[in-house]
């Protein structure tokens, strides 16, 4: 519920005070009956309540219209009270004495009370919440319901016309009682829908709404007056006027509406439930979204004056919209239609600059840059003038659009090399050639033309993403060139973490929790006394190369070579939960590898490896010219004295490793081991294999 300002409370207050205003004088009239003045004028009686109740009948005819339109049983609860009222309005009218009767009788003094009593529960019904189910019943039976309204109201007009019992006799001075409790029954019934249409008002703020609250409490002060008046007083016109005020409320705020909007279709569906309000907005939703279309179908919304009158008029006529809905619907589309379109074009600058991914090669990222803007700008011809060898070349593969396909002219290339040399964008005959640079240096020039001049907002767009793809084919270029350099050193995985997250190469470090490999060759120094330099070289490339693959197969980092001697790390900087064991395999792999290369090769000396787990402080150490990424701590110094303790062909991993791999590790207890540099002694395993995961079988070289 929307809170009341000050504003808004005054008018409260105004509308309050009018709507009180008859109670005063109605009490004014009973407490002083001098001022109750006598004015029986029967044909005055006739024509006025006579009008009413046309007022009221026409009102129920367009609201029952509207509720079989919508299936809204609130607006067919509303006709229906509309309907009784003008039914009974007119049967009073028409026993008016001394107009078509002759004399008074029971039809003329009790029509407008049972009349107001049934319209009253009619408008509380339209105001209760009903039940799904309860709906469907009112919707199918709304027929019988609005035929026993008129059957009730044609048996009364029959007897109370022919003069037939009950309604024949003349009601004497003391049979006000019905008259009070059916006034009663109204004024309870109708002050209960006020209220409810009040508080709907305070959360849907429409002005027919509002008149259908003002309505409803001036029928329940009819109810009041009609019970307190006396015939032909002041007091007892009084109702009458209040009926009259009432029903033309409602019928003058209808009638605005209509002359705004030009159309009935409309007018009541603020009154409606509120599947009904949903449905409305939907149906306006999907008028707007159809013009978009229509004005989209033409030049990306550039549509004449003429022509975006007429796409708004045939949606209009599809949609049953009125003539102003459909002026603020073509306003709405066009606004929308060109915020759209300038979303589109705002989303292809964003996807140009996406699209330089690690491994796109620049006349793939071109290419697809082309595409993205032809796609968003229609009408354009899209091209792309490469700077190759100091030349200015236009690559067919690089255009897109309505004339991609027609051969460049000699004065288009002129005209980008002019543009190119200036570094300054350049329009002529409708072309647009716009010249972007790569780290100073021309790359480029995206040529756009269409058939007329480029709109001011096409060419500062078009402008923008040239700028965007020389940062995108910069950026692939650098990407490329980074991937090859990381990835001598690191797993492809590891180097497209540190490609997209270059602050985890930032000079520093972070304890964590890592896996560290050390393997050596026992035997080095002695296999290289007996061997030239050439076949040390092919020995350890050919070593360092099975090593290599196994630990990147894992997704571990190589850190260092150091002569005979190679350290790896898992778990940094790419988070690997499973760590432990990754560590394990690569290092069975290891060694497996290097029993296949030395099967055939009996001098050549055997890895040992040395494997733990722990916290490290890892990170890039040295300084800003140069920098190593590393691991230092305890549990890496452990792994360096396992793999020292280890036998050649053999992994000796530390408990902490074995704690981590749980059950699938295969090993035998080395015992407690005093280690070089350490006073605790360090628990220690030889890792055979791994459960489940193929047999392993590690040769023992002394």
């Not at 049979?175 to 209960?192: H, S």
């Not at 003002?214 to 006027?241: D, F, I, K, R």
């Not at 004449?304 to 003539?323: C, P, S, Y």
Request: hydrophobic share 50%; net charge neutral; with cysteine.
């Amino acid at each position: 519920m929307e809170p009341v300002g000050r504003g808004g409370a005054a008018r409260v207050m105004v509308w309050v005070a009018h709507l009180s205003a008859p109670m005063a004088g109605l009490w004014l009239l009973v407490a002083r009956p001098d001022l109750d003045l006598h004015w029986q004028h029967e044909p005055s009686h006739f024509w006025l309540v006579l009008l009413v109740a046309l007022v009221s009948l026409g009102l129920a005819i367009v609201i029952n219209q509207a509720a079989r339109r919508r299936g809204d049983t609130r607006l067919l609860l509303v006709a229906l009270s509309f309907l009784v009222a003008a039914a009974f309005l007119g049967l009073h009218a028409a026993a008016t004495p001394q107009v078509v009767l002759d004399a008074r009788n029971a039809g003329f003094a009790y029509a407008s009370p049972v009349g107001l009593t049934l319209a009253a529960l009619f408008a509380a019904a339209s105001a209760a919440e009903l039940s799904p189910a309860g709906e469907n019943r009112l919707l199918r039976w709304s027929g019988w319901l609005r035929g026993a309204v008129l059957t009730v109201a044609g048996a009364w007009a029959v007897v109370s016309l022919t003069g037939r019992p009950p309604l024949n006799r003349v009601p004497g001075a003391d049979e006000g009682t019905p008259a009070i409790l059916l006034a009663a029954a109204g004024f309870i019934l109708f002050g209960y829908a006020a209220v409810r249409y009040y508080l709907l008002y305070r959360r849907r703020r429409a002005v027919m709404l509002l008149s259908v609250v003002t309505a409803y409490v001036l029928l329940a002060e009819s109810a009041v007056a009609m019970a307190a008046g006396t015939s032909w007083h002041a007091s007892w016109w009084l109702w009458h006027a209040l009926m009259a005020v009432g029903f033309g409320y409602v019928a003058y705020s209808a009638w605005v509406q209509y002359r705004n909007e030009g159309a009935a279709s409309g007018l009541f569906a603020a009154v409606g439930r509120d599947e009904t309000v949903r449905q409305v907005r939907a149906e306006y939703s999907a008028a707007l979204e159809g013009l978009v279309d229509t004005l989209r179908s033409g030049e990306q919304g550039a549509l004449t004056e003429g022509q975006t009158a007429a796409a708004t008029e045939r949606v209009a006529r599809r949609f049953e919209l009125t003539d102003g809905q459909a002026a603020v619907l073509g306003r709405a589309a066009d606004a929308l239609a060109a915020e759209r379109d300038q979303i589109r074009k705002l989303g292809a600058l964003v996807a140009v600059g996406q699209d330089a991914r690690v491994k796109v090669a620049d006349l793939e990222l071109l290419r697809g840059a082309v595409r993205r803007v032809a796609s968003v700008f229609g009408g354009y011809t899209v091209r792309i003038a490469l700077v190759e060898e100091d030349r200015l070349v236009l690559p067919p593969m690089l255009a897109a659009g309505p004339d991609a396909a027609a051969p460049v002219e000699v004065h288009t290339v002129r005209l980008a090399q002019a543009a190119l040399a200036e570094a300054h964008e350049r329009e002529q005959d409708g072309s647009l050639y716009l010249p972007f640079l790569v780290k100073g240096h021309p790359a480029g020039v995206l040529i756009a033309t269409r058939r007329g001049p480029a709109p001011e907002r096409d060419a500062v767009l078009l402008a923008s993403l040239a700028a965007q793809i020389a940062i995108a084919l910069e950026n692939a270029r650098l990407y490329r060139s980074l991937d090859v350099l990381f990835r001598q050193y690191m797993s492809p995985d590891v180097a497209t973490a540190l490609v997209a997250d270059p602050s985890q190469a930032a000079l520093g470090g972070a304890v964590l929790e890592v896996t560290s490999l050390f393997a050596d060759l026992r035997g080095f120094t002695t296999f290289s006394e007996r061997s030239t330099p050439t076949q040390i070289v092919d020995m350890l490339n050919q070593y360092f190369d099975v090593a290599t693959r196994a630990v990147l197969d894992e997704n571990g980092t190589v850190v260092q070579f150091v002569g005979d001697a190679l350290m790896a790390l898992f778990n940094a900087p790419a988070r690997q939960p499973d760590h432990a064991v990754r560590a394990a395999r690569a290092a069975l792999t290891i060694q497996r590898e290097v029993d296949r290369i030395a099967a055939v090769r009996p001098g050549w000396p055997r890895f040992r490896v040395g494997v733990n787990t722990g916290e490290a402080l890892v990170g890039n150490i040295g300084g800003e010219a140069l920098r190593n990424f590393n691991a230092m701590g305890d549990a890496v110094n452990v792994a360096a004295r396992l793999e020292s303790q280890a036998q050649p062909g053999q992994v000796v991993i530390g408990a902490a490793t074995r704690d981590r791999m749980g059950d699938c590790a295969l090993v035998t207890p080395l015992g407690d081991l005093m280690v070089k540099g350490r006073i605790q002694p360090v628990s220690a395993f030889v890792l055979h294999g791994l459960r489940g995961e193929g047999p392993w079988s590690l040769s023992l070289v002394s």
